[in-house]
């Protein structure tokens, strides 16, 4: 089969490789799409710590099952793919915040992925979507899923304001996720022109050029400041911001996942009394959770941004991941004309 193959820095290619082996448990699913994200393209520069060349990249996946297994879906289902690979004993998976595993591992990290014409799966990880859902979007459950675990972590309610740094595809699925669960106001702040015309046409507010995040939340919350904010960007400079366009007693949700230490201003963390919430991925119920308001076009999901490319585009796709020229989520197929 074709596969998308890591094979060095800034080196990923299209090859023929073997059919995976389907152990028992597991099925056999023919992709439909995969999509593209920061960890994938950190792992092409070879950033990555655990990846090893040769990796069968991908971890946003849908596509049908081709081969089932007793308790898995039935062949033939569309279904996308939860890629967490957890060792079942440390203190997290014992206490079932498998999520946090002490070892956690991911399918296109850790072990081959779904950008190839087919994968194997354990079908514990394989959620079944209602037949409206088309395989384009349903490759959007992944991301969303980590949107909806930021919410729920954050603690946020109902007519907050909210601020979001980075326009990316989780930032502006976070600001979709906080709008449906109540926000009051979405302000989302991002350097790139095109990235806040997404937001803009997703009914977000989005901080124009020239002006100031701060600005904006102070507007809309007499001053206070945002009564939770998201950090979708883990840039420096944003870090170095989030104390103080956040409230007294408000909350600080990192979403971004910073690859070196950032300067915070603990003292305006203290004298507020903010509380500072780190996110990981997603527990099964979110991922659940996901997939509903993908079903029920519960975001406007119709609206957002995607790009499918071809196996035979696959450095267009990457180029296109990368600079933000493509959609705003890049996925690839090798099975194009069935996923559109």
């Given at each position: 089969m074709s596969a998308v193959v890591w094979a060095g820095v800034n080196d990923v290619r299209?090859?023929?490789?073997?059919?995976?082996?389907?152990?028992?448990?597991?099925?056999?699913?023919?992709?439909?799409?995969t999509g593209i994200c920061g960890t994938d393209l950190g792992i092409v520069h070879g950033k990555h710590p655990r990846a090893r060349q040769g990796l069968i990249l991908?971890?946003?996946?849908?596509?049908?099952?081709?081969?089932t297994a007793p308790g898995g879906p039935p062949e033939r289902a569309l279904v996308v793919a939860e890629p967490l690979i957890s060792c079942k004993d440390c203190r997290a998976c014992r206490e079932g915040h498998s999520h946090v595993c002490?070892?956690?591992?991911?399918?296109?990290?850790?072990?081959?992925?779904?950008a190839a014409q087919f994968v194997a799966l354990p079908t514990s990880t394989l959620h079944q979507v209602p037949s409206r859902v088309g395989p384009t979007?349903?490759?959007?459950?992944?991301?969303?899923?980590?949107?909806?675990?930021?919410?729920?972590?954050?603690g946020m309610a109902a007519g907050d304001v909210v601020a979001v740094f980075g326009a990316g595809p989780i930032g502006i699925l976070t600001a979709l996720v906080a709008r449906?669960?109540?926000?009051?106001?979405?302000?989302?702040?991002?350097p790139n022109a095109r990235r806040r015309a997404v937001?803009?046409?997703?009914?977000?507010?989005?901080?124009?050029?020239?002006?100031?995040?701060?600005d904006m939340v102070a507007e809309l919350s007499q001053g206070d400041g945002a009564d939770t904010t998201f950090d979708s960007a883990a840039h420096p400079a944003v870090a170095a911001e989030?104390?103080?366009v956040t409230r007294v007693l408000g909350r600080v949700v990192i979403v971004g996942v910073y690859?070196?230490?950032?300067?915070?201003?603990?003292?305006?963390?203290?004298?507020?009394?903010?509380?500072?919430?780190?996110?990981?991925?997603?527990?099964r119920e979110d991922f659940r959770t996901a997939i509903d308001l993908v079903a029920q076009n519960a975001l406007g999901l119709d609206r957002f941004p995607v790009s499918v490319y071809g196996f035979d585009r696959i450095s267009d796709a990457f180029d296109a991941a990368a600079t933000g020229s493509g959609g705003l989520k890049v996925l690839i197929s090798a099975h194009r004309d069935e996923a559109a």
């Open positions: 299209v090859e023929e490789v073997p059919m995976p082996e389907v152990p028992p448990g597991w099925a056999l699913v023919r992709v439909a799409c991908g971890h946003e996946i849908s596509g049908w099952v081709e081969v002490a070892r956690l591992g991911l399918f296109g990290i850790d072990a081959p992925g779904g979007q349903a490759a959007l459950t992944e991301p969303l899923a980590v949107a909806v675990h930021a919410v729920r972590r954050s449906h669960e109540g926000a009051s106001h979405v302000v989302v702040a991002e937001a803009s046409d997703m009914g977000l507010i989005a901080v124009p050029d020239g002006a100031q995040l701060w989030l104390a103080d690859k070196e230490p950032a300067a915070v201003d603990l003292q305006a963390v203290c004298f507020k009394e903010q509380s500072v919430v780190g996110v990981r991925v997603y527990t």
